[in-house]
């Protein structure tokens, strides 16, 4: 259980990290979302004991990350955005070096590098040069790094950044192998990544955690807009931005014109189709087409970041 305890961040007068709060249950991958600038790696930071939070507190397992920091380190396994890999070893040279430093038995040295080897997907180029590898294979390096020591808790800080498509469904492929029999928290920018891999996602804007729970629940929330979509027959586009200005609740996001017909974006709070229904009907406008969208992560996401 990690307990994140009203915890802000300053960097000077700047404030990364403005009081959170997070309870993070065992056995749960969390994905963290927010546009640059929010406040993510600032907060896997903290909850890794790598930097100490201005304010608040972070218990794991019941031990505060500041008084025992390294009590901490040993339940988590970290890969920040940029892996710390030296680039001029093997891989198997590289990961036997990492396994003496954190004092695994010469013993089980063999046996954990090949259970890593399988786990990550990197068996094929153990005995290749780290610089000579992709960014993707460098990734999964990452992985057996952060789980060399078998911890508890993995954090990964935007573990897909940079990879094609096919890199990023393996290294998700991994995580979700992975989070089977741990806690695993990571950031990311990629939204389709965090509603097929997460158990819950929270998303931070300026510090702030904005919003929390499953991808299903942020979809219900209500304190999102809903978007309705409609198509008009061609009409006087500077009419149509009248009307709708002034009915209740409604509020006009965008509209397209063409020589056949006007598409029209709009903002509603609550499903308003028969008021919009009506409202087209009174004015004798000819309905082409009316769709409600269903509220995706990335509309809600773009909602709860937007400048104000």
């Not at 990690?2 to 309870?23: P, Q």
């Not at 600032?42 to 201005?54: A, K, S």
């Not at 794991?60 to 920091?69: A, P, S």
Request: net charge negative; with cysteine; aromatic share 4%.
């Amino acid at each position: 259980m990690i307990s994140i305890n009203n915890i802000t961040k300053f960097f000077g007068e700047t404030r990364a990290v403005d009081g959170i709060s997070l309870e993070i249950p065992e056995g749960r991958i969390l994905g963290i979302l927010g546009p640059n600038g929010a406040g993510k790696t600032t907060t896997l930071r903290m909850l890794t004991g790598y930097i100490n939070p201005t304010s608040g507190s972070i218990l794991v397992n019941g031990i505060d990350t500041e008084k025992n920091t390294l009590e901490v380190k040993k339940l988590i396994g970290y890969l920040p955005e940029s892996s710390p890999i030296y680039t001029d070893m093997l891989v198997y040279d590289y990961l036997k070096f990492i396994a003496d430093v954190r004092n695994i038995s010469p013993a089980m040295v063999v046996d954990r590098l090949q259970e890593l080897a399988d786990l990550c997907g990197i068996r094929e180029v153990m005995h290749k040069s780290v610089s000579t590898l992709s960014r993707g294979y460098k990734q999964r390096v990452g992985l057996a790094l952060a789980l060399m020591d078998d911890p508890e808790i993995l954090v990964l800080d935007e573990p897909t950044s940079g990879l094609d498509p096919n890199q990023i469904a393996e290294i998700r492929t991994i995580i979700k192998e992975i989070g089977k029999k741990k806690t695993i928290i990571f950031s990311t920018h990629i939204l389709s990544e965090a509603e097929a891999t997460c158990d819950r996602v929270v998303i931070m804007n300026k510090g702030k955690l904005v919003a929390d729970g499953t991808t299903e629940m942020l979809k219900g929330d209500k304190s999102v807009d809903n978007i309705t979509l409609i198509k008009l027959e061609h009409t006087d586009a500077k009419k149509v931005k009248k009307v709708f200005g002034n009915l209740e609740g409604i509020s006009l996001s965008d509209i397209e014109e063409t020589e056949e017909q006007l598409m029209v974006t709009l903002t509603t709070k609550q499903d308003q189709r028969a008021d919009i229904y009506k409202l087209i009907k009174k004015e004798d406008w000819i309905l082409l087409e009316m769709v409600q969208e269903k509220k995706s992560l990335e509309h809600i996401f773009k909602e709860l970041t937007k400048e104000v």
